[in-house]
Structure formats: structure tokens, C-alpha cells
T-cell receptor, first 114, second 117 residues
């Protein structure tokens, strides 16, 4: 079973709203990732959690706040976003450590910021 | 530093024919892995196939095969017997596997494949 789930599928929010994206995996993976993807571009890495600790933050603005409550869950808290933050947000997970460490992606959340 | 180059922004193929999607890479890592992902218009990135740099044989997964030519630094994806459902964006990606390598995937710019009936 290589399923990663993400909720919601679509989200529309105003620039003053606070919302959260959720990601869940039950594959026993110990690394989880957030990516941002603009149309017709490759995904851009935002954050990496390894064993529930933040290991990589790719200089993401503080209006994006990740949280890993446990090894199966990953949240992305959104606050005071800008219209240019509108994108597809993808969550992924991989087995850790070593080996090919293939990343398996969820279906994504399409975010629109008005 | 790692770099992936996909030189075909768009490709067309007739249904039931085979198609090759090109991918070249550059890395200073002595050990690395190469991945192909499919992204339909729905958005989900679907893992297709993996090739390790020290694997002796080219990887195959059903209708997908990876034509790995290490000396040429190429890792082309071959899809046999194309189906209408293969229409999607395809991304080539890589990551270093040596100890101390960053776990980030480096993605290419993608190839939009359209299968014609």
C-alpha cells in the first residue's frame, strides 16, 4: 500500500485567513515532505521532516508553518498568504534511512489565495 | 550539485506505439538514484520506476523501462504500447545516495506527453 492522503483537495482562502493542510501516511515511513508546485513546473521542496523532526527548511516564508504531530501526520499551517502562494501543495513520504528512499506523493491540495 | 535536463517540453505518440522520453543528468555524487514520476492533470505525482547508479541491469516495471546509459549520463524512460491514460506530465528526478548526500530530489522541467487515438 503506497497511499498518502491529503485534505482538503481544494482550498480557497483570503489573505487574512488562517487555514491548515493535512497529510497522512500509514506506510511506516519516517520522512515526510511538503512541496509547492506551480502550473507546468516541477515541484519545489519546502520542508522535510525526518523522524518527526524538521530537518530541512528551504528558506520558506514564515507565513507557512509546518508541524509533524506524529510519524504518520504532517500539517502545513497557513497564515496571511499572498496571491502568489496559489499553487498545488504536495505531500510526500519515504522510508528512512538509506537506500533509494523513493518518495511517494499524495494527490495534492490546490490552494487559491484571493 | 545535481542537475536534470529534459529537453522535450511536449511529445505526441499514437496509441499502441512506443515512446521514449529523454532525461540527462549531471552529478558529482559517485552513487545516485534516478526516478521517473507521472503527473496526470489531476495533480498526483505517481512513482513509475527507479534505477540505481550501480544497478547492472536496466529497470523495468510493466510497460515502463528505463534505458540507463551511465557513460552518457542519460536515463530515458521508454513506454511501450502507449495508452490514452498515459497522457500526462512526466518528470525525471535524481538524488545522491552517498552518506551525507542531501535527501532532496532534483527534478527536471518535465515532458508533457499526449497519446493520440
Amino acid at each position: 500500500d503506497t497511499e498518502v492522503t491529503q485534505t482538503p483537495k481544494h482550498l480557497v482562502m483570503g489573505m487574512t485567513n488562517k487555514k491548515s493542510l493535512k497529510c497522512e501516511q500509514h506506510m511506516g515511513h519516517r520522512a515526510m515532505y511538503w512541496y509547492k508546485q506551480k502550473a507546468k513546473k516541477p515541484p519545489e521542496l519546502m520542508f522535510v521532516y525526518s523522524y518527526e523532526k524538521l530537518s530541512i527548511n528551504e528558506s520558506v516564508p514564515s507565513r507557512f508553518s509546518p508541524e509533524c504531530p506524529n510519524s504518520s501526520l504532517l500539517n502545513l499551517h497557513l497564515h496571511a498568504l499572498q496571491p502568489e502562494d496559489s499553487a498545488l501543495y504536495l505531500c510526500a513520504s519515504s522510508q528512512d534511512p538509506g537506500g533509494p528512499d523513493t518518495q511517494y506523493f499524495g494527490p495534492g491540495t490546490r490552494l487559491t489565495v484571493l | 550539485a545535481q542537475k536534470i535536463t529534459q529537453t522535450q517540453p511536449g511529445m505526441f505518440v499514437q496509441e499502441k506505439e512506443a515512446v521514449t522520453l529523454d532525461c540527462t543528468y549531471d552529478t558529482s555524487d559517485p552513487s545516485y538514484g534516478l526516478f521517473w514520476y507521472k503527473q496526470p492533470s489531476s495533480g498526483e505525482m505517481i512513482f513509475l520506476i527507479y534505477q540505481g547508479s550501480y544497478d547492472q541491469q536496466n529497470a523495468t516495471e510493466g510497460r515502463y523501462s528505463l534505458n540507463f546509459q551511465k557513460a552518457r549520463k542519460s536515463a530515458n524512460l521508454v513506454i511501450s504500447a502507449s495508452q490514452l491514460g498515459d497522457s500526462a506530465m512526466y518528470f525525471c528526478a535524481m538524488r545522491g545516495l552517498s552518506s551525507g548526500s542531501a535527501r532532496q530530489l532534483t527534478f527536471g522541467s518535465g515532458t508533457q506527453l499526449t497519446v493520440l487515438p
